[in-house]
């Protein structure tokens, strides 16, 4: 299969990206980083996703996996407009199999940045909107929104022991996801799933029970 995934320089992309190669398929990174992965399968295009204009041509594309993501000033534009943008010139078409957009609990929670919530919550929204419009292609659309999750993003609160304690009483589990285990959910969602679509897919730990969101001052 040929898999098409933003933003797969770190974190739950490269994870993904990874995964996909390890099951043999062709997968093709869009990235305003450097390429991180070096694999015959693997092709990388340095391009910011809000760059419409340099957004490369790839044609065939069998799943599209919207995973480049910000906690900055631009998460409505990267996070939401950007994910638009993408699913729209590779995955709205005959012959894609299946799409996935990489939400966030806070989508359903509201439990961060204002910015954040809202871009997360568009995707939502939008993952549904896409669900029936490919539906007519035999295609799926769904989000998996992680709670959680071990990634560079996310290193102010992890090294912080004192912050790192009260995310801990707030996560039933008592740990957060790796970022194979969300790769691993990507590919159930993509690849093994055929039937379930248009659906919001919340892997926190349970943390999204309690609504409380921590972070550095």
Not at 46 to 54: A, I, S
Not at 167 to 173: D, G, H, R, S, Y
Request: charged share 20%.
């Amino acid at each position: 299969m040929k898999v098409l995934i933003t933003g797969t320089s770190q974190g739950i992309g490269k994870a993904i990206a990874e995964l996909f190669i390890e099951k043999g398929d062709s997968v093709i990174g869009i990235d305003r980083q450097e390429k991180t992965i070096e694999s015959s399968l693997y092709t990388h295009y340095v391009c910011d996703v809000r760059d419409t204009e340099r957004l490369p041509d790839v044609n065939g594309v069998d799943i599209l996996i919207n995973n480049a993501g910000t906690q900055n000033d631009a998460d409505i534009d990267i996070n939401l407009k950007a994910l638009i943008t993408v699913t729209e010139k590779y995955g709205v078409r005959e012959g894609i199999k299946s799409i996935l957009n990489i939400g966030s609990a806070s989508g359903h929670t509201g439990a961060e940045f204002p910015e954040y919530c809202a871009s997360k919550g568009g995707v939502l929204a939008y993952t549904k909107n896409v669900a029936m419009r490919v539906a007519k292609f035999g295609a799926t659309c769904n989000s998996l929104d992680p709670g959680g999750v071990l990634t560079p993003l996310n290193e102010p609160v992890i090294s912080d022991p004192g912050l790192w304690a009260q995310i801990m009483k707030e996560t039933p589990l008592k740990r957060w996801a790796s970022t194979r285990e969300i790769a691993e959910w990507a590919y159930f969602l993509t690849v093994t799933n055929s039937f379930c679509t248009g659906q919001c897919i919340l892997v926190d730990g349970g943390e999204s029970i309690n609504y409380n969101f921590i972070w550095k001052d």
